[in-house]
């Protein structure tokens, strides 16, 4: 049952991509990240009372709080750059550049907090890098220092969801103790929440929540609750599961990513595509078996 389970993270995981595309059309992404974030936050607080860690939050010292705010903030930094990214640009395209977020948590875990690097784990590195950029188009990697001058571009957000992600993986990692995992999880989501409302109302896109055409509010509120299906279905699998199986099953959304983005939007997978999503899968399975 556990392997139903990892496979149901991974799948939910995967199309979370695909149902916010197709709900941000014409909805801004700022508007659509407020708007689903309450879904994920009744998923991450689900977790939270099904394990029952709800209790340890009052025993945290005032570190690991402030930690869990700093987390939080890049948690909803990614989240707003990765659903800007995804307004912009092809879903295909958006997932493997939001993936490098592994390999810059890698190398920022070996930089800042002086862990060791195994061949394996050099080597997934390597691979994850070298299939991200064969997945991109020529054309997108000679624009990118113009659209870094500029500031804007799916390409640039896209890489901004990356860091910011990877940036939530190590603050979290430098001092979070004494808080349990899925209420870390549920406590960063509620930063997010405020976070996100804050930016909207600051923004002067309050009149947007209230135009937001129903048929895109049904997505983006489907891609929470599809977010918050794969964070329980991979708890579910953890619990009865080993973790050596049911990480390398849950790192595989991207091929249910790709999948849906050609089956469902009709996005182009090229041989140069598909040889560096092999590339992209085969670096992921080495740093999970480093």
């Not at 939050?57 to 750059?81: E, F, I, N, P, Y």
Request: glycine share 12%.
């Amino acid at each position: 049952m556990w392997m139903l389970f990892a496979c149901g993270a991974a799948f939910f995981a995967g199309v979370t991509a695909v149902l916010a595309k197709v709900g941000i059309r014409h909805t801004d992404s700022t508007v659509a990240t407020a708007l689903r974030t309450p879904v994920v936050l009744a998923g991450a607080w689900a977790m939270v009372l099904l394990v029952g860690s709800q209790r340890s939050l009052a025993q945290a010292d005032a570190r690991s709080l402030v930690l869990l705010v700093l987390s939080g903030l890049a948690t909803g930094a990614s989240w707003l750059c990765y659903f800007r990214a995804l307004q912009l640009g092809e879903v295909s395209k958006v997932v493997p550049i939001d993936k490098m977020s592994t390999v810059m948590t890698v190398l920022l875990a070996v930089v800042v907090l002086g862990e060791g690097l195994s061949p394996a784990g050099g080597a997934g590195v390597v691979l994850m890098t070298a299939g991200t950029l064969l997945m991109l188009e020529r054309e997108d990697l000679r624009a990118l220092p113009r659209a870094l001058r500029g500031g804007g571009g799916w390409l640039v957000h896209a890489l901004g969801s990356a860091v910011f992600a990877a940036l939530t993986a190590v603050l979290g990692k430098a001092g979070i103790v004494g808080v349990e995992s899925n209420l870390g999880t549920a406590v960063r989501t509620a930063v997010v929440l405020v976070m996100a409302w804050v930016l909207v109302l600051v923004s002067g896109k309050w009149g947007e929540v209230r135009r937001v055409p129903r048929g895109e509010l049904g997505w983006v509120l489907a891609s929470g609750a599809a977010t918050a299906a794969s964070w329980l279905c991979f708890y579910r699998a953890l619990q009865d599961g080993p973790a050596s199986v049911v990480v390398p099953i849950d790192r595989m959304s991207v091929l249910v990513t790709v999948a849906f983005s050609a089956l469902v939007l009709g996005e182009p997978t090229g041989r140069r595509y598909l040889a560096g999503l092999g590339l992209l899968v085969a670096g992921t399975l080495a740093l999970v078996a480093a």
